[in-house]
């Protein structure tokens, strides 16, 4: 039987309580481990370990990774100083997840790159992000947090036409849900942008140089049950793991 390519997925610090300590625990939410499952890989979760040697043994088993969402980036790894509009900043999450993403950009591993996994992977490769659209777009920003009753689709965004996401997700328009504050500014060097909101935020990335190195603001992980073209993405992205773990397997890396 065919080997399910492994993708590592970085945790975060859930914070767990109970007979008044504190137990807090790194996690994942459960949508992404089954969005990749359903994808065909092998979902797992990679403590936030900043034991150089534990990060080589999570390289050598994984055939992907997977940046989720979460908190803001700290300004300071793209050169500003934190505006009142900052919110929660995890100085450890940082540290690890910059790391590890910019081990997948030297040596090419195929990264999907969700909400905050999108600002990281920019901020790793050199680019920079908006503290806070709406303070930097003033009125002419739509609004980018949905309050809504479920996580169903809020607004639309424009596709690179011939970008690798649009090939992937056979649209040119999509819907997506939304579920930040803070945005990408400056591209990084190496990568386009290759989805626009009708305001002009972007909310997709891709790197021009490697093999599978995609960033999407939205969160198809909650979306995918019920809008296939989302799916696509985590079975793109397991599909490029595959063919890494055939190269290795037929010794051509
Ligand atoms: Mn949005």
Known sequence: MQRRPVIGLTSRVCAFNQDGKSYDRFGVAIAYCEAVEAAGGTPIILPLSEEPSVLNSYWRILDGLLLPGGQDVSPQHYGEDPRPELEAVDPRRDRVELVLAKRALAE??????????????????????????????????????????????????????????????????????????????????????????????????????????????????????????????????????????????????
């Open 108 to 253: 090419d591993m195929p990264v999907l790159a969700i909400c905050r996994g999108e600002q990281l992977l920019n901020v790793a490769a050199g680019g920079s992000l908006h503290q806070d659209i709406h303070v930097s777009l003033g009125t002419k920003a739509l609004r980018h947090f949905q309050k809504t009753v479920d996580e169903s689709p809020w607004h639309r965004v424009q596709l690179l036409e011939g970008s690798l996401l649009h090939t992937v997700m056979g649209e040119a328009t999509p819907a997506v849900n939304s579920y930040h504050h803070q945005a990408v500014k400056d591209v990084a060097p190496g990568f386009r942008p290759v989805a626009l909101a009708p305001d002009g935020v972007i909310e997709g990335i891709e790197s021009t140089t490697h093999s599978f190195m995609l960033g999407v603001q939205w969160h198809p992980e909650l979306l995918w049950r019920e809008h296939a073209e989302h799916h696509t993405l985590f079975s793109a992205h397991v599909e490029m793991a595959r063919r890494g773990v055939a190269k290795r397997a037929s010794g051509t890396i």
